[in-house]
């Protein structure tokens, strides 16, 4: 069955420093896709980030990177420079193609508190 | 951008009521989902539709049903509402995808329900 781990419950990085979200997925599909979201404490879910199974590169979104590791099945989020206003829960996601409708399984979220 | 709406931010209802949560996108998506969001369980898949009158089963669909009568508008109901029923609600629209695509899913800004 396809799952997303996240194993931080909560992380806390000084501003301006870097900081990495793990996530690890499991599915035997080869064709499958990963997002991150940001869900700040007003409840909006925002798109971050994606990645697919086939792209070559990792994916980078401004101050968002993708630490894209296939062989281990983890998909870390990289975030440069952190700012207050990246205090926020986030969510990794995957989403498996061939029928799936786009549907998305999600992992339990990091809370990641930015200290200034 | 895409705009999806929710119709509440807050909801107060008392066990045994039927309780409609409407959301509404403005860009013509065809697939659309709800999830309930629950503290250390993430986001579940109650529902989604891919097309005007059609739906599908997510993970937890019951003590819920949905309606999508145009296909801008997909609706949540809670047959009779149980305090178990109490949490974050959101809604999602995604264009529908190709095998392979980068295309997000799209939130609303979440219906915080309370049964009482």
């Known amino acids: 069955a396809q799952k997303i781990t996240q194993t931080q419950p909560g992380m806390f990085v000084q501003e301006k420093e870097a900081v990495t979200l793990d996530c690890t997925y499991d599915?035997?599909?080869?064709?499958?896709?990963l997002f991150w979201y940001k869900q700040p404490s007003s409840g909006e879910m925002i798109f971050l980030i994606y990645q697919g199974s086939y792209d070559q590169q990792n994916a980078t979104e401004g101050r968002y990177s993708l630490n894209f590791q296939k062989a281990r099945k983890s998909a870390n989020l990289v975030i440069s420079a952190s700012q207050l206003g990246d205090s926020a829960m986030y969510f990794c996601a995957m989403t498996i193609y061939g029928g799936s409708q786009g549907n998305l399984i999600f992992g339990k979220g990091t809370k990641l508190s930015v200290k200034p | 951008d895409v705009k999806v709406t929710q119709s509440s931010r807050y909801l107060v209802k008392r066990t045994g009521e039927k309780v409609f949560l409407e959301c509404v996108q403005d860009m013509d998506h065809e697939n659309m989902f709800w999830y309930r969001q629950d503290p250390g369980l993430g986001l579940r898949l109650i529902y989604f539709s891919y097309d005007v009158k059609m739906k599908e089963k997510g993970d937890i669909p019951e003590g819920y049903s949905v309606s999508r009568e145009k296909k801008e508008r997909f609706s949540l109901i809670l047959e009779s509402a149980s305090t178990n029923q109490t949490s974050m609600y959101l809604c999602a629209s995604r264009v529908a995808g190709t095998t392979r695509g980068n295309q997000p899913q799209h939130f609303g800004d979440g219906t915080r329900l309370s049964i009482l």
């Open positions: 599915t035997s599909d080869p064709s499958y896709g």
